[in-house]
């Protein structure tokens, strides 16, 4: 299984195995990563799970769809390696990826 | 609300059981089923019988789709190029000769570029700033309170609170506040139900409304250090500095960000109150175990749904769980509805304050309206409710509730309380 690791705002970091064929946002969910709300349940319309992917990550990860680009552009704590963790699939490829946690999700 | 309109209101006919109605007569967009909180069992009906439902010609609101399941309104809300806020997002058309344009009721990128303008207020960054601020308003409001009289809640402390969480936003004259008050309340009524007599009232409060900030957005737009309150937000950004030449645009936005901050999260706080009052059990697993908080604020926003719908147009034909939709139609989404969707929520009609997924709620919307100050309103709550529970053994509802007699603004009015301390 694919390790992701979770960094907290405040720091703490959390290494989980995730499934694959699952999102990013499910194996924070799953493996109760604190700073992940994901109230939408996973369609890319709340914008609650919010995460920086590490910059060395970014171009296994790639970049957002439309309709997650316009929900990200809301959010006035976006950055450019910014993601909908709902929208990243997990898979052998993302193996050791690192993805930090907003402080606050909107 | 004087008593002689509230006695009208209360006599007003309205239909209890939906059964006794005819399913394609069946018009859940009658503002006295609200105020008597009957609405509920006509939305269970639809839900069950006919999810998506066209009422042809309701008397005030014409012609509109109700869309009442969970994931069908997430479905309209999602789809924005299908489903338009262009031009207003409630039952009611906005009247021709008085359109107040804002960016909840603008499709992108328009509306995407003035969001952007005042969504820090209520971002991240802000919220840690806000907290404290809003602690001690919270203590000198609940401090000010009387023990053991009957008192009207709503007033005392869900309006107050956050009318003062407003005049801070908009670093608006303090001591003037209860104008935010007066302003969101005229904003949203409809004429002869106790808060403006005539439409022409409302026009001209609403316009003094607009005179008044334009006094504040002068004075900010000469500072040269920009603040960071919403007015000085507004005339500073780029893409909304020169708003102040569409006053309409400009008062709009007003509104949005009056109603938006004032009447949601009050009639939560409200419904709050009453809620704990109705399951004295979910009361004593509070008082047991104040960490629920953070849960049960979710669950009463979702248990309150203190705005009952949103409205969209739909700019072309398109098809929704069967039904034909046509270009230029109403389609209102009844989040009151989908919060109340047992496909969902479990036992969706109690209030459980340690209910799993209260979070999944549909009051703040879903997609690019989503409530741009869903944070600042939990926040209130939250605190409220935890400084609530360190003064008083129990806030105690003493009379019956009146409510809002509106289809969109669901909320309280009045709830008599007597507080027992500790």
């Known amino acids: 299984m694919p390790k992701i690791t979770f960094i907290e705002h405040n720091g703490a970091e959390h290494q989980v195995d995730a499934e694959n064929g699952l999102s990013v946002m499910r194996a924070a969910i799953d493996n109760l990563v604190p700073g992940i709300d994901a109230d939408c349940g996973g369609e890319c319309s709340c914008a609650t799970c919010h995460v920086y992917v590490d910059p060395s990550w970014m171009d296994k990860v790639g970049q957002p769809a439309d309709r997650e680009e316009s929900m990200l552009d809301l959010n006035p704590e976006r950055e450019s390696t910014s993601r909908l963790s709902c929208q990243i699939p997990v898979t052998d490829e993302l193996d050791g990826l690192v993805v930090r946690v907003p402080e606050f999700q909107m | ?422």
Not at chain 2, 42 to 67: I, K
Not at chain 2, 205 to 225: D, I, V, Y
Not at chain 2, 347 to 373: E, L
Request: with cysteine; hydrophobic share 35%.
């Open chain 2, 1 to 422: 609300m004087s008593e002689a309109v509230d006695n009208d209101l209360r006599n007003l006919d309205y239909e209890p059981d939906p059964y006794k109605v005819a399913l394609e007569s069946l018009d859940p967009a009658q503002p006295a089923l609200f105020f008597h909180a009957a609405e509920g069992p006509y939305f269970d009906r639809l839900r069950a019988e006919d999810p998506v439902h066209l009422t042809p010609d309701n008397e005030e609101f014409g012609r509109y789709w109700s869309v009442t399941r969970y994931e069908d309104i997430k479905y309209v809300d999602m789809h924005h190029e299908i489903f338009s806020s262009e031009g207003g997002i409630t039952i009611s058309d906005q009247d021709e000769d008085f359109t107040l344009p804002m960016f909840i009721a603008m499709d992108p990128p328009k509306h995407d570029e003035q969001r952007k303008v005042v969504a820090p207020v209520a971002g991240p960054r802000n919220l840690a700033t806000l907290e404290p601020t809003i602690r001690e308003h919270v203590c000198e409001i609940l401090d000010s309170l009387p023990i053991g009289e009957t008192f009207n809640w709503v007033d005392r402390v869900s309006i107050e609170l956050t009318t003062r969480m407003l005049a801070t936003l908009f670093d608006f004259p303090f001591e003037e506040r209860r104008k935010l008050t007066r302003w969101s309340d005229v904003a949203t009524a409809a004429p002869g139900t106790g808060i403006v007599e005539s439409e022409d009232q409302r026009r001209a409060e609403l316009l003094e409304c607009l005179e008044f900030f334009t006094g504040l957005w002068q004075e900010r737009a000469s500072r040269k250090e920009p603040g960071n309150d919403l007015i000085s937000m507004l005339a500073h950004g780029q893409s909304t500095r020169d708003m102040l030449n569409r006053p309409m645009e400009y008062l709009g936005n007003l509104v949005l960000l009056i109603v938006g901050g004032n009447d949601t999260t009050r009639n939560s706080l409200s419904a709050g109150v009453l809620a704990l009052n109705q399951n004295p059990d979910q009361y004593d697993k509070l008082r047991a175990n104040p960490d629920l908080i953070p849960n049960m604020v979710s669950e009463i926003i979702r248990w309150q749904t203190p705005l009952a719908h949103m409205r969209r147009l739909a700019l072309q034909d398109t098809e929704l769980a069967g039904k034909q939709i046509k270009k230029g139609e109403k389609v209102v989404m009844w989040y009151v509805s989908g919060n109340r969707d047992p496909e969902v929520f479990d036992d969706p009609n109690a209030f459980i304050i340690d209910r799993p997924n209260a979070r999944k709620h549909m009051s703040f919307g879903f997609g690019i309206h989503r409530c741009m100050g869903n944070r600042v309103g939990e926040m209130q709550l939250r605190i409220a409710w935890e400084e609530i529970l360190k003064r008083y053994q129990k806030v105690e509802v003493v009379g019956e509730p009146v409510r809002n007699y509106s289809v969109f603004v669901h909320g309280y009015t009045e709830l008599p309380v007597r507080l027992i301390g500790k």
